[in-house]
């Protein structure tokens, strides 16, 4: 399948998404946000693909919302909007249909920002959802919204403060001024600082350390895990959950194959599939 803003490409375990709009530093479209539902629905399913990373095409990772059209880019009403048109979405998304938002969140598989350069507004707020950030010495990011008479989008409310903390949350968007890389590392925005010609291969380094040595499943819920309960207010509900898993894990043949692997010093091979071998209790959050 082809893609109009995106290219996607599989290297073995690993699937490479790739915002493709190098002229218009890869800034984003309701084209855009429907091909990237489209696409973490097409990895989430695929058994194949064990980790997943995001980058962009060209000097920047994604300089926000295509404002090309002018003043009314965000006018719905507007001949010249682009970024709050109706995006196409197909209703595929578990949870209740958020776009790419909920197809990142949802997805079984982690997922890795390869941050190259500018992520701007919706350039950054897409990459919240995601696991692991990691970007280059020049890179700028930007939560302007306040300074184009909008608000923070795409989830970005919930998922930064948990991500940063509140207080550095608010100070980024109450300013909506551009941070370095260097802040956004002791933001903890994002885990390291890499050379620009190095970025994809570190990103693949991390991305193969999990697909060589952990079980898809283990992943799968380990991800939804500690998302999901990051801002529960106490561990109670968490401790009725994580007890049933580890008690029907631990006698399936991916913990037989795991500690066998230990003991014979050997890379595993699990054989659960999230596609046919999730626990009885997933998805959990639909059974509440």
């Known amino acids: 399948m082809t893609y109009q803003t995106l290219l996607y490409e599989l290297d073995g375990a690993i699937a490479t998404v790739t915002l493709n709009r190098p002229d218009k530093l890869n800034a984003y479209t309701a084209t855009m946000g429907a091909e990237l539902e489209e696409v973490f629905l097409r990895a989430d399913e695929d058994d194949g693909v064990r980790v997943v990373i995001v980058t962009g095409a060209g000097r920047g990772f994604c300089a926000g919302a295509d404002i090309s059209g002018g003043?009314?880019?965000?006018?719905?009403?507007?001949?010249?909007?682009?970024?709050?048109?109706?995006?196409?979405?197909?209703?595929?998304?578990?949870?209740?249909?958020?776009?790419?938002?909920?197809?990142?969140?949802?997805?079984?598989?982690?997922?890795?920002?390869?941050?190259?350069?500018?992520?701007?507004?919706?350039?950054?707020?897409?990459?919240?959802?995601?696991?692991?950030?990691?970007?280059?010495?020049?890179?700028?990011?930007?939560?302007?919204?306040?300074?184009?008479?909008?608000?923070?989008?795409?989830?970005?409310?919930?998922?930064?403060?948990?991500?940063?903390?509140?207080?550095?949350?608010?100070?980024?968007?109450?300013?909506?001024?551009?941070?370095?890389?260097?802040?956004?590392?002791?933001?903890?925005?994002?885990?390291?600082?890499?050379?620009?010609?190095?970025?994809?291969?570190?990103?693949?380094?991390?991305?193969?350390?999990?697909?060589?040595?952990?079980?898809?499943v283990s992943i799968a819920l380990t991800r939804q895990m500690l998302w999901r309960f990051a801002g529960a207010p106490d561990p109670f509900g968490l401790l009725k959950l994580d007890g049933a898993f580890a008690m029907e894990l631990g006698g399936g043949p991916d913990a037989r194959e795991g500690v066998g692997a230990f003991l014979e010093k050997r890379a595993p091979d699990f054989p659960g599939k999230v596609s046919t071998d999730m626990p009885a209790r997933y998805p959990w959050w639909d059974q509440l």
């Open 71 to 216: 003043a009314g880019a965000f006018d719905t009403q507007a001949e010249g909007s682009v970024a709050f048109q109706d995006s196409g979405s197909k209703g595929r998304v578990r949870g209740g249909g958020a776009g790419f938002v909920g197809a990142m969140f949802n997805c079984r598989k982690p997922i890795i920002a390869a941050i190259n350069g500018a992520a701007v507004g919706v350039g950054v707020t897409l990459t919240l959802p995601m696991d692991i950030r990691i970007t280059t010495p020049a890179a700028k990011f930007g939560f302007v919204f306040a300074r184009r008479g909008l608000v923070p989008e795409a989830g970005s409310a919930w998922f930064l403060p948990r991500l940063v903390g509140l207080s550095q949350a608010l100070r980024w968007c109450l300013s909506g001024k551009l941070i370095t890389a260097d802040e956004a590392l002791a933001g903890q925005l994002v885990s390291e600082i890499v050379e620009p010609d190095q970025l994809l291969a570190r990103a693949r380094e991390i991305a193969l350390e999990i697909a060589e040595n952990t079980a898809p």
